[in-house]
C-alpha cells in the first residue's frame, strides 16, 4: 500500500486546513490509518487516528475538540481537519497504515506504510 499526503500550507493562527491521505489500494480488515507529526529537533508524535472499518477514532490530547480525523471508503482517503490552528501545530504531518491494536494507536513504530509529509505551517 502506497498513502499519499498532501493539503498543507502556510497559514495563520485560527485559520483552517485540511490534509488528505490517499491509499494506492482500499483499506480492509482492521486497518488503521494515523497522522503523526514532527516538528523541527523534536520526536514524532502521535495526531489522530481512525479505524477504516468502523470509523472508531482516537486523538491525542493536544488536538482533541479542534482536529477530527475520517474516512471516505469509496475513495480510500482519510482527512484530517484542523482548525483553530496554533504556531506548535507547526509541523512535517504524516498518514501513515497498519493494524495496530486499537489501545495501541499512537506508536508509531506499529505502522508499516508511510505517506511522504505534508508541511503545515501556522503564523502566530
Known amino acids: 500500500v502506497q498513502l499519499q499526503a498532501s493539503g498543507g500550507g502556510l497559514v495563520q493562527a485560527g485559520d483552517s486546513l485540511r490534509l488528505s491521505c490517499v491509499a494506492s489500494?482500499?483499506?480492509?480488515?482492521?486497518?488503521?490509518i494515523a497522522w503523526f507529526r514532527q516538528a523541527p529537533g523534536k520526536e514524532r508524535e502521535f495526531v489522530a487516528a481512525?479505524?477504516?472499518?468502523?470509523?472508531?477514532?482516537n486523538y491525542a490530547d493536544s488536538v482533541k475538540g479542534r482536529f477530527a480525523i475520517s474516512r471516505d471508503n469509496a475513495k480510500n482517503t482519510a482527512y484530517l481537519q484542523m482548525n483553530i490552528l496554533k504556531s506548535e501545530d507547526t509541523a512535517v504531518y504524516y498518514c501513515?497504515?497498519?493494524?495496530?491494536?486499537?489501545?495501541?494507536?499512537?506508536?508509531?513504530?506499529?505502522?508499516?506504510?508511510w505517506g511522504q509529509g505534508t508541511q503545515v505551517t501556522v503564523s502566530s
Open positions: 501513515a497504515a497498519g493494524r495496530p491494536a486499537w489501545g495501541s494507536v499512537a506508536l508509531s513504530r506499529l505502522y508499516g506504510y
Open positions: 481512525i479505524k477504516f472499518q468502523g470509523g472508531h477514532t
Open positions: 489500494a482500499r483499506p480492509f480488515g482492521n486497518i488503521v
